[in-house]
């Protein structure tokens, strides 16, 4: 009987995101006849003790994995949950994805009190979200909304909707979705309103490179369909140097090609100013995912997105 110690973060999401995780691998550990036990530790990120400036300002990379990969080099955990678009895209040396399951719905959504639709909000609505890519690409849209940072899990965000005065906030609808909340849902934000950030969506279970049987059991759990997608997406960020702190946007997809009578890989990324004064989108199709986020990456910088990210880091 193998024992299998899983780390998450603690908050509700995540624990409900790794019990999933678990109930699905216990499945197939069944399946394919090996033994196993699970077990959660939670872990506390730097990410989940600085609750009272925006993750711009919090500054640096791995903000919600950098503690659970240290337990995870000391053999104090198995494997971690994260949330793919808190994973960095460069790869903490001895430690790989090993699965990336399933993609949920990867949009943000907007909730509102009444189920308000986005159109529908008076001018100067006060809107609350953690994230400059949401901030830019809203003010793109709407420049009469005053935006405001909100930070905390989920739930203590929907509780500020209803405490502080926000007329919206802008969430990402897998969390709701995998609370099981979708009935507090007003609105799926269309990706040519607001592109979702790298990795949306997606889980990444991380475990060590030297773990055969931990590799073994996740090789069994990964889609293949979403793996190649996210990495397009984060070949994209890793070209960028970005992080969750920073206004980027991607997501990539399979489409249909009746030219060549086949599906191929679509990826649309996008840099945004802070205060949605500019915004640099570009859509690329290709089989490479790798390359095809690399030349993504590359259009959007003759386009000028360096100097953009190079403001909003000073």
């Not at 895209?89 to 009444?114: F, H, W, Y």
């Not at 203590?156 to 919206?168: A, N």
């Amino acid at each position: 009987m193998r024992k299998i110690v899983v780390g998450t973060r603690q908050s509700s999401l995540a624990l409900t995101q790794t019990n999933q995780v678990i109930e699905d691998l216990r499945t197939i550990c069944q399946e394919n006849g090996l033994e196993c036990e699970f077990e959660i530790r939670k872990i506390v990120t730097k990410g989940d003790q600085i609750l009272d400036v925006t993750l711009s300002k919090v500054g640096g990379k791995g903000l919600f994995v950098k503690e659970i990969e240290q337990a995870l080099l000391n053999g104090e955990i198995d494997m971690a949950v994260h949330s793919m678009k808190d994973v960095p895209s460069e790869s903490q040396e001895g430690l790989m994805i090993g699965a990336v399951p399933k993609r949920v719905d990867p949009r943000d959504c907007l909730i509102t009190n009444g189920h308000v639709k986005l159109d529908e909000l008076p001018e100067g609505s006060l809107i609350g979200t953690s994230s400059l890519r949401r901030a830019a690409q809203l003010k793109a849209y709407r420049p009469d909304f005053r935006i405001q940072s909100i930070r905390g899990n989920i739930d203590s965000r929907l509780r500020k909707l209803e405490t502080e005065g926000f007329d919206g906030i802008l969430l990402a609808a897998a969390g709701l979705l995998r609370m099981g909340w979708s009935d507090r849902l007003s609105q799926y934000l269309p990706q040519e309103i607001c592109l979702p950030a790298v990795g949306q969506g997606a889980l990444g279970i991380e475990c060590r490179e030297s773990d055969d049987f931990v590799l073994g059991l996740l090789a069994l759990y990964d889609d293949e369909e979403t793996a190649q997608t996210v990495r397009a997406e984060r070949a994209f960020l890793a070209r960028l140097n970005g992080g969750c702190q920073i206004p980027i946007g991607a997501y990539a997809e399979y489409t249909w090609d009746s030219a060549a009578e086949t599906s191929r890989l679509k990826l649309t990324g996008l840099v945004g100013e802070p205060e949605g004064d500019r915004i640099l989108k570009e859509t690329r199709t290709g089989d490479d995912p790798v390359r095809l986020g690399l030349e993504v990456a590359e259009s959007l910088i003759e386009q000028g997105a360096e100097e953009i990210l190079a403001t909003v880091r000073e």
